[in-house]
């Protein structure tokens, strides 16, 4: 009897495929990677659940994805660690109305980038290990970092994360992903940018430990100096109306303020697909004489200490950048 799985008016011989399969239900079956299943195994379930109708619903897609990954031993390393990367295919994430053809393509063209310009080492600590320390500094008793990773808990929104961490504690984090724009121009799309909930007063103590610099506008100048490394001209910002969580009634992970009036405030400006912003590359800062006398020394200091954390980041990233 000949298995086939009927979707629409397509019919897929299931036979034919069976390496496709194997690697499918390989990942269904994967007990780690999916979460938290100590404390709601049922929502690790309904992600398994989920995931496995969205793929045998999109046979051809998720076939292509997978061919992808499963023919670099490397890259298929990073899928088996990282479930949610397949997840993220299956899933209406990113931003607000993607499609699967559209998250499919992002993700390969993703991964091909980094591995034109990261060597493996990189790739090995972003999504196999911890990520790569950026930036650490002493601060109150314990250590404020900078990290490059990949950060499950925002998967929703990215495939790359920078996360600015004390101690063990995430305080503020950006998810992006790099993918090429509609005129097939590499960019770097920036899908998030979240505080921790119940750090409010560590973002309000950090802003004053930075000279008035927000933690906010901290992230998003790393931002800027790992997109110059990396060699890259575009930056993009999902605005409001194209950040998915703002769509959905449930969901508790909305935006508390307005990405739009920070991304203008960083100088954006919005697209024609107004689901986005584009950023400027180069951060404007304000000349001495815009700036009162009275604060001139405060912006010294500011200025010196994001100097220091540029060339931290651009140190601690140019080992693994492939010339």
Same mark, same amino acid.
């Given at each position: 009897?000949?298995?086939?799985?009927?979707?629409?008016?397509?019919?897929? %011989?299931?036979?034919?495929?069976?390496?496709?399969? &194997?690697?499918?239900?390989?990942?269904?079956?994967?007990?780690?990677?999916?979460?938290?299943?100590?404390?709601? /195994?049922?929502?690790?379930?309904?992600?398994?659940?989920?995931?496995?109708?969205?793929?045998?619903?999109?046979?051809?897609?998720?076939? %292509?994805?997978?061919?992808?990954?499963?023919?670099? /031993?490397?890259?298929?390393?990073?899928?088996?660690?990282?479930?949610?990367?397949? +997840?993220? =295919?299956?899933?209406?994430?990113? $931003?607000?109305?993607?499609?699967?053809?559209?998250?499919?393509?992002? @993700?390969? +063209?993703?991964?091909?980038?980094?591995?034109?310009?990261?060597? /493996?080492?990189?790739?090995?600590?972003?999504?196999?290990?911890?990520?790569?320390?950026? !930036?650490?500094?002493?601060?109150?008793?314990?250590?404020?970092?900078?990290?490059?990773?990949?950060?499950?808990? $925002?998967?929703?929104?990215?495939?790359?994360?920078?996360?600015?961490?004390?101690?063990?504690?995430?305080? $503020?984090?950006?998810?992006? !992903? #790099?993918?090429?724009? &509609?005129?097939?121009?590499?960019?770097? !799309?920036?899908?998030?940018?979240?505080?921790? @909930?119940?750090?409010?007063?560590?973002?309000?103590?950090?802003?004053?430990?930075?000279?008035?610099?927000?933690?906010?506008?901290?992230?998003?100048?790393?931002? &800027?100096?790992?997109?110059?490394?990396?060699?890259?001209?575009?930056?993009?910002?999902?605005?409001?109306?194209?950040?998915?969580?703002?769509?959905?009634?449930?969901?508790?992970?909305?935006?508390?303020?307005?990405?739009?009036?920070? !991304?203008?405030?960083?100088?954006?400006?919005?697209?024609?697909?107004?689901?986005?912003?584009?950023?400027?590359?180069? +951060?404007?800062?304000?000349?001495?004489?815009?700036?009162?006398?009275?604060?001139?020394?405060?912006?010294?200091? &500011?200025? =010196? =200490?994001?100097?220091? #954390?540029?060339?931290?980041?651009?140190?601690?990233?140019?080992?693994?950048?492939?010339?």
């Amino acid at each position: 009897m000949r298995w086939r799985l009927k979707y629409g008016m397509k019919k897929y %011989n299931i036979k034919k495929h069976p390496t496709y399969w &194997r690697m499918l239900f390989s990942f269904i079956r994967k007990k780690s990677g999916w979460g938290s299943s100590l404390s709601a /195994p049922q929502l690790t379930y309904w992600r398994r659940f989920i995931f496995s109708a969205c793929a045998l619903g999109n046979y051809k897609l998720m076939a %292509n994805l997978l061919d992808f990954f499963g023919v670099d /031993p490397f890259r298929l390393s990073i899928a088996i660690a990282n479930p949610a990367i397949l +997840e993220q =295919a299956t899933r209406h994430w990113l $931003y607000y109305h993607s499609t699967m053809q559209e998250r499919v393509s992002i @993700s390969k +063209e993703h991964f091909l980038f980094l591995q034109s310009c990261l060597s /493996p080492a990189a790739l090995r600590c972003i999504y196999l290990d911890d990520g790569i320390l950026l !930036w650490s500094q002493q601060y109150q008793d314990d250590t404020l970092s900078l990290k490059l990773n990949f950060d499950r808990f $925002y998967r929703k929104e990215g495939l790359l994360a920078v996360t600015l961490n004390l101690g063990d504690k995430r305080i $503020y984090q950006a998810s992006f !992903w #790099v993918a090429q724009n &509609r005129s097939g121009e590499m960019g770097l !799309w920036i899908g998030a940018l979240q505080g921790s @909930s119940g750090e409010l007063q560590t973002i309000r103590d950090l802003t004053k430990y930075f000279f008035g610099y927000r933690t906010k506008n901290l992230i998003i100048h790393v931002i &800027r100096t790992i997109t110059i490394q990396l060699q890259l001209k575009r930056i993009y910002a999902v605005s409001i109306y194209g950040f998915q969580a703002s769509h959905n009634v449930h969901s508790k992970r909305r935006l508390k303020t307005s990405l739009d009036e920070f !991304w203008k405030e960083e100088g954006g400006n919005t697209c024609k697909d107004l689901r986005f912003f584009e950023l400027p590359l180069i +951060e404007l800062r304000k000349s001495q004489q815009e700036i009162a006398s009275h604060k001139r020394n405060l912006y010294r200091k &500011r200025f =010196a =200490a994001i100097d220091a #954390v540029d060339m931290s980041v651009t140190q601690a990233l140019e080992p693994y950048l492939i010339s």
